[in-house]
């Protein structure tokens, strides 16, 4: 119960923009991986599609090294 009440907490925190890239991969990471992210609004699962087919997370929800580089890089900007 404790993680589906974290899982609550960012996804109010996702859509309210309180959230940075980081964050939001790893959420789209959990709803993946939890299967959420097929069963929430629509908007969620394309969402994740699409991080999936950018490549920035995995089929099975882990964010990749693709992802952790682009980040490093948006945050030495």
């Not at 925190?13 to 709803?31: K, N, R």
């Not at 087919?53 to 995995?58: F, K």
């Amino acid at each position: 119960m404790g993680a589906m009440k974290n899982i609550a907490i960012d996804l109010i925190a996702f859509e309210e923009g309180q959230l940075d890239q980081q964050e939001t991969l790893e959420l789209f990471g959990l709803l993946v991986k939890s299967g959420l992210a097929w069963t929430l609004q629509g908007n969620y699962g394309r969402a994740a599609n699409e991080l999936i087919h950018a490549g920035y997370l995995t089929r099975d929800g882990e964010v990749t090294e693709f992802a952790d580089s682009m980040l490093e890089e948006l945050s030495a900007a």
